[in-house]
């Protein structure tokens, strides 16, 4: 029940920090694109500091996806924020939720790699 409970906590963190939901969740503190892109990502980190302790319930194969969704998830944020087409939070937002109707979430990899590691539990 523990490890199933630690999948549960970790299936959230990766919808949580579903960049679609993520940027949707969280408005704009100013308009200016590095304040937006250092509040966002402080919210990843902090979530997922609140589940470290998860990992000691996972393979660490699960943990380590898991881990590269969040820096994944970091890094399009980064390089959203560096373009030169971007000059506000707002469009930080529209960029990155733009960039993803080309490519899936970093988030979405890793629920399928949880759901196929608890389907093996049972």
């Known amino acids: 029940p523990i490890r199933l409970q630690a999948y549960e ?5 990766l ?23 250092n509040f966002v990502i402080d919210q990843i980190e902090q979530e997922f500091e609140h589940n ?5 319930y996972m393979s660490d194969e699960c943990w380590t996806i898991i881990t590269t969704a969040k820096n994944s998830t970091i890094q399009m944020i980064r390089k959203a924020a560096m373009s030169d087409r971007v000059d506000s939070a707002d469009k930080l937002r ?21 759901k196929n590691e608890v389907a093996e539990l049972w």
């Open 94 to 114: 529209e960029v990155i939720l733009n960039d993803l109707l080309e490519k899936q979430s970093p988030s979405n990899a890793a629920l399928g790699y949880i």
């Open 15 to 37: 919808e949580r920090i579903n960049l679609t939901k993520l940027l949707i969740r969280i408005a704009p503190i100013s308009n200016q694109k590095h304040d937006y892109e």
């Open 52 to 56: 470290l302790t998860q990992q000691i």
């Open 9 to 13: 906590r970790m299936t959230l963190f």
